[in-house]
């Protein structure tokens, strides 16, 4: 098992910054890809970045690649996404799961925490 737990949301200004962080407990960290998914209300679950396990193979949404990065830290268990340049529809709850092997596809990931809600006003 692997927990997971995001941090990091708020309500933020067109334009603004934030970083997501989610921390991993459980069985080895660096075993696991990681990814970044949002869920806005009405709307499917959708990918916004996902990190191989040695962080050297990374993929972002076309909605979010000029604007983010995906990173992380093995040795504090923990994965980051950097978004800058919000927009309002960037508004949504955002989940971070671990797979093993990295991906897109949601389904294929086994282990998501509850989300951190992120709302960014026009």
């Known amino acids: 098992q692997v927990q997971l737990v995001e941090s990091g949301g708020g309500l933020v200004q067109a334009g603004g910054s934030l970083r997501l962080s989610c921390a991993a407990s459980g069985r080895t960290f660096s075993r696991y890809a990681m990814g970044w998914f949002r869920q806005a209300p009405g709307k499917e679950r959708e990918f916004v970045a996902a990190?191989?396990?040695?962080?050297?193979?990374?993929y972002l949404a076309n909605s979010v690649k000029s604007r983010s990065t995906i990173s992380r830290d093995n040795a504090k268990n923990t994965m980051y996404l950097q978004m800058n340049s919000l927009k309002p529809e960037d508004t949504a709850v955002y989940y971070c799961?671990?797979?093993?092997?990295?991906?897109?596809?949601?389904?294929?990931?086994?282990?998501w925490g509850q989300g951190t809600q992120v709302t960014v006003s026009s």
């Open positions: 799961a671990a797979a093993s092997l990295i991906g897109s596809v949601a389904a294929n990931y086994d282990y």
């Open positions: 990190i191989n396990w040695s962080g050297d193979s990374r």
